[in-house]
């Protein structure tokens, strides 16, 4: 039984960037908690974000949550970043692949990060995950098991370049993007 | 291992709904599908470590390069705690307003109004162990956004707060006692329930002011809290 009740969550609103180090989108950024981390594969996440009209949204930040490429969560690598969205709606994280990560029960993630949408519109964030296409993992994931095999596709970045994954954030409309919540 | 407790539901209406007509942006940003919800994994259970040694703190805001900011000194204070009471320690809080005057210091605000040049209007501070914090600013002053005729913001402060699971991300803003335009705002009217809208109302507190100094306001902070009872619906 609980004895208080959590806070109500107010938009972001448009004036974030007061709070905005944009250094903070590159997980290995030299002097930054990972700076001089030589494990794993380096890659880039990016995507657009855009609102139900299919408009971009520049005022909107997007915030990365990972596990290191062992599959642990802060254990020798701090897995958080924040990008901001450029005039094209678009985020860009420069960060490493993250391992397979342990599941409820014996089952095993496939590997996948984390993305947590802010913006002025939205009056608390919307989380998703970013998962990478042609992962064997993601056939047996029990979270993408979870979502209808219609709507899958888009929590499944596909490849954009050399080391480069590109996932879009749609927040409304024609191929919305799934939202998790726990 | 076993598999990590879940959070409690969200108490009904406690939370605003992402469609909240009567805030214009909300129209075409909301999703109209409900999220799926899961049960929470490592990824859900765990949360970024955010440490001062990375996230260097700054708790006066009111100062900026040796110079005093206009307006109002006041010094805010509270705890922040989970759904169980339960202090959260080590909490990394992030604080950003307008100055006195109701302009943010950032060039998409266009506010007719003067800009204070010793006024940034970025914070950034860590609870204590017992989950604690407290920082000196000004009052920030309302200021008209355009959502409706003659809209204006009542006086607040946005935070953002880090807790130590994933669900217990916060961001928030928290408005002074008094306000007549909390009446008339809907970004604070998007929450249902009164009593969990009336929360985000800091109390004058003078205990927490200092005298000849600053006015003082308390603020507590509660962070979702995790359940003791298994899951409802394991996956």
Known sequence: MSKLVATAAQTIGPYWALIEHPEWADLLRAGGP???????????????????????????????????????????????????????????????????????????????????????????????????????????DPVLGQVPEARRGTLIARPAGAGVWQLDIVLQGEGETVFLEV | MSDPAGYLKVAPGSQPPLDSPGYGSTHKRHPKQAPIRIAPTLTESLAPRMTERDYPSFADMSVHEGRQAQGERIIVGGRVLDENGKPVPHCMVEIWQACSTGRYHHPLDTHDAPMDPNFKGEGRVFTD???????????????????????????????????????????????????????????????????????????????????EWALGYRFDFVLRGRDATPMENPQ
């Open chain 2, 129 to 211: 162990a017992d989950g604690n914090y407290s920082f000196v600013s000004i009052k920030p002053g309302a200021y008209p956004w355009r959502n409706h005729r003659n809209a204006w913001r009542p006086n607040h402060i946005h935070y953002s707060l880090f807790g130590h699971g994933f669900a217990q991300r916060l961001v928030t803003q928290m408005y002074f006692p008094g306000d007549p335009l909390l009446a008339l705002d809907p970004v604070f009217n998007a929450t249902p329930d009164v009593a969990a809208r009336n929360r985000l109302v800091a109390a004058l507190d003078m205990d927490i002011g200092k005298e």
């Open chain 1, 34 to 140: 990972n700076a001089g981390y030589d494990k794993g594969e380096r890659i880039t996440l990016t995507g657009r974000v855009t609102d139900g009209d299919g408009a971009t949204c520049p005022d909107a930040v997007v915030e990365l949550w990972q596990a290191g490429p062992d599959g642990e969560y802060e254990a020798g690598f701090h897995g958080y970043g924040r990008s901001r969205c450029d005039a094209d709606g678009c985020f860009h994280f420069t960060t490493v692949k993250p391992g397979a990560v342990k599941g409820r029960g014996n089952a095993t993630q496939a590997p996948h990060v984390t993305l947590s949408v802010f913006a002025r519109g939205l009056m608390n964030h919307v989380s998703t995950r970013l998962y990478f296409s042609g992962e064997a993992l993601n056939e047996t």
